[in-house]
């Protein structure tokens, strides 16, 4: 086994056949376990993925409000250059 010298894992190994992985209790148990992992993880993976896309979008946004702003003070200072 590639971790077989680990303790965390030896231990782990154990509770698993005190549980008796081969009873219900222990695959309910343990098949429960591996579902509320993998939902977490992509629950957690998810809202770092809307994170980043709102980031994304606001940051966006706020270039192109600034260019709105910036072309319309350009503008009117054009505007304004021009007939005074």
Same mark, same amino acid.
């Given at each position: 086994?590639?971790?077989?010298?680990?303790?965390?894992?030896?231990?782990?190994? =154990?509770?698993?056949?005190?549980?008796?992985?081969?009873?219900? %209790?222990?695959?309910? /148990?343990?098949? !429960?376990?591996?579902? *509320?992992?993998?939902?977490?993880?992509?629950?957690?993976?998810?809202?770092?993925? =809307?994170?980043?896309?709102?980031?994304?979008?606001?940051?966006? %946004?706020?270039?192109? /409000?600034?260019? !709105?702003?910036?072309? *319309?003070?350009?503008?009117?200072?054009?505007?304004?250059?021009?007939?005074?």
């Amino acid at each position: 086994m590639f971790c077989s010298n680990n303790r965390l894992l030896k231990m782990v190994i =154990q509770v698993h056949l005190k549980l008796g992985l081969s009873s219900r %209790l222990g695959v309910c /148990a343990h098949t !429960c376990a591996v579902l *509320m992992g993998g939902v977490a993880f992509w629950c957690v993976f998810f809202a770092l993925l =809307q994170d980043y896309f709102l980031f994304l979008t606001v940051n966006l %946004l706020w270039n192109s /409000a600034q260019r !709105c702003f910036y072309m *319309m003070y350009f503008n009117l200072f054009k505007i304004l250059y021009i007939y005074i």
